[in-house]
């Protein structure tokens, strides 16, 4: 299973522990039918700990074209469960996704990750990447605007 957005941060150690989330994004499964069995102790999951029975969202799974290449490469495992392997994106791809929601909590997230400028270099490489896999052009120039935003200053 691979994680992406807020949880994912979180448990790799890229965002500080006393960062909040409402749900686990999840990315991929595989094989796919195993998400299926997830969520049934998902649910379990939910009333032990007193949580929304939505926690586990696999709606991100819709998000999968918008990965930069070699997000596979970046992966970091957070968790065994039984069979279960659960992994994270990694952080360069973590912060490209901030960039790309761009919402007020990926915002207040991307100042947490303080993006260093090789990093920002190395998404501006990678961005163009996404450009034909059907992002918008309106979300992909609003992406790059962040981006620059989010850039540290030049060092001298």
């Not at 290449?69 to 957070?78: C, E, F, K, M, T």
């Not at 962040?146 to 001298?156: D, G, Q, T, W």
Request: hydrophobic share 50%; net charge negative; with cysteine.
């Amino acid at each position: 299973m691979v994680l992406i957005g807020g949880a994912a941060g979180v448990l790799s150690g890229a965002l500080p522990a006393s960062r909040t989330t409402v749900d686990c994004d999840v990315l991929h499964v595989s094989p796919p039918e195993v998400f299926d069995l997830c969520r049934y102790h998902a649910d379990e999951v939910a009333r032990r700990f007193q949580i929304a029975p939505q926690w586990l969202d696999a709606s991100a799974h819709a998000l999968a074209h918008l990965m930069l290449p070699g997000w596979r490469d970046r992966l970091v495992a957070v968790g065994t469960f039984g069979p279960l392997q659960v992994l994270a994106v990694g952080r360069l791809d973590l912060i490209a996704l901030k960039v790309i929601a761009g919402r007020a909590e990926d915002l207040e997230d991307l100042h947490s990750l303080a993006i260093t400028n090789a990093e920002a270099d190395q998404l501006l490489q990678l961005f163009p990447s996404i450009q034909a896999h059907g992002i918008s052009p309106h979300a992909y120039a609003s992406a790059l605007e962040v981006l620059r935003i989010m850039r540290p200053p030049n060092e001298s």
